[in-house]
């Protein structure tokens, strides 16, 4: 397990624009994803991608996250524009050890402690 840490949450209004970003403490060639959860609800996946490249989002952020990597970096980025408050919620950056798509939380099996994103209407 690769330890994971996220950092970038913060409020933003309606239609603005956040980018959140993963440090992992050591290079990973797996699979890497973000999660989000509200308050009340359970976990949900966002995107995920690949060493290579590969990527894959839920239909909920489609058009408006994109996910990135930096391999020399050992980091993970998440993109979000048009955000909206639906969007609010804790994200988790996760490492799996499967290096194809995948997002199925059971599948990851390090986390972050999670960052905080608030978006007001």
């Known amino acids: 397990q690769v330890p994971v840490a996220e950092s970038g949450g913060g409020l933003v209004q309606t239609g603005g624009s956040l980018k959140l970003t993963c440090a992992a403490s050591a290079r990973t060639f797996t699979t890497m994803a973000w999660f989000r959860q509200a308050p009340g609800k359970e976990r949900e996946f966002v995107a995920a991608i690949t060493w290579a490249g590969t990527t894959h989002y839920a239909d909920s952020v489609k058009e408006r996250f994109t996910i990135s990597r930096n391999n020399p970096k050992n980091a993970v980025y998440l993109q979000m524009n048009g955000l909206k408050p639906e969007d609010t919620a804790i994200y988790y950056c996760?490492?799996?050890?499967?290096?194809?798509?995948?997002?199925?939380?059971?599948?990851?099996?390090?986390w972050g402690q999670g960052t905080q994103v608030t978006v007001s209407s």
């Open positions: 996760a490492t799996t050890h499967i290096s194809y798509i995948v997002s199925d939380s059971q599948d990851f099996t390090s």
